[in-house]
């Protein structure tokens, strides 16, 4: 056997590319490329067809308005303002402007939704003490005011330091939105606040603002497509004459139906716990 050269490599693979005899490229003919070519064409047709469907019927599934799949109402969980450095410690000294200073700009910010004028614009007067259920048939659905005179002490507009400048600062609590969640259902739920442990004498004097629980007229949300002027409720907490010098781990929770606000895992859920210290 001979060996084979570079040359008859050369010879055999044009002869394979393209065979004038036969009229075959790699091996095959025109017709059979063709129907090889056509195969391939519809079946990934077929199949690029098959996975637009697929999220057709799935987006037909899906509603901009709710979840699809919520395995059960999950209780809200709260959070508060001001919120700053990403801790749920609020520390100042009385003396030193720049102490507290960030901590008012934080609800100085937080409430600029509530300006009065910027709520009668956006929304409507609900009737206070029962929920705001809405047409199904309406997309767009209506807010109802939450103006921010009604936190009276607490509303940065008597005092524009929000207490922090005479030691006697507000914590602006707010719940976290549910969409379709009816808090207490049927009883409105309420808010305190009480010293995680220590003397309770240390924490005397609280009060809030409009009052100690979120008014059922804020509720059901109905998701932020639909409730797209949705004004969430809030509860100023005014603590007026803290013992000052120490941190005082406070607890501000909700309570009523359905509320879990003693989870040991979550303290978050139904409640919030931060430290206040307040130095002269
Ligand atoms: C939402 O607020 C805007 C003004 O910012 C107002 O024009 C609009 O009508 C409001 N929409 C609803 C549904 O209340
Ligand atoms: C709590 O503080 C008050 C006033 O400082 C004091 O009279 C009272 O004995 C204290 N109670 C406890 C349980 O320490």
């Not at 009052?211 to 509720?219: G, L």
């Not at 040991?264 to 210290?277: A, Q, W």
Request: charged residues 20%.
């Amino acid at each position: 056997m001979s060996k084979r050269t570079w040359g008859d490599f050369v010879r055999d693979l044009k002869l394979f590319l393209w065979n004038p005899e036969t009229r075959q490229c790699m091996g095959r003919t025109a017709r059979s490329w063709g129907l090889i070519l056509f195969f391939y064409l519809v079946l990934y047709t077929f199949l690029a067809g098959m996975f637009v469907f697929c999220l057709y019927i799935v987006f037909l599934t899906l509603s901009p308005h709710t979840p699809t799949y919520r395995d059960r109402v999950a209780p809200p969980g709260v959070t508060i303002r001001p919120y700053i450095k990403h801790t749920f410690n609020i520390a100042f000294k009385i003396s030193q402007f720049s102490s507290w200073q960030p901590y008012v700009e934080n609800i100085e910010e937080f409430l600029k939704a509530y300006d009065d004028k910027v709520q009668e614009d956006k929304n409507i007067k609900c009737t206070a003490g029962r929920y705001f259920f809405q047409d199904e048939k309406e997309k767009i659905k209506k807010s109802c005011q939450f103006k921010r005179s009604t936190l009276r002490a607490c509303s940065g507009l008597a005092d524009q330091n929000f207490g922090y400048s005479i030691g006697q600062p507000c914590v602006i609590l707010k719940m976290n939105r549910i969409i379709g969640y009816q808090p207490g259902y049927g009883n409105p739920i309420t808010v305190s606040c009480n010293l995680q442990k220590g003397n309770e004498s240390d924490l005397p004097a609280i009060q809030f603002y409009p009052h100690a629980t979120f008014d059922p007229m804020y509720f059901p949300y109905y998701g932020k497509f639909a409730h797209v002027n949705y004004t969430q409720p809030l509860v100023a907490v005014h603590f007026k004459n803290v013992k000052k010098g120490q941190a005082l781990n406070i607890q501000c929770q909700l309570n009523g139906r359905g509320i879990i606000n003693n989870y040991n895992n979550d303290r978050f859920l139904g409640r919030v716990i931060f430290t206040l210290n307040i130095e002269d």
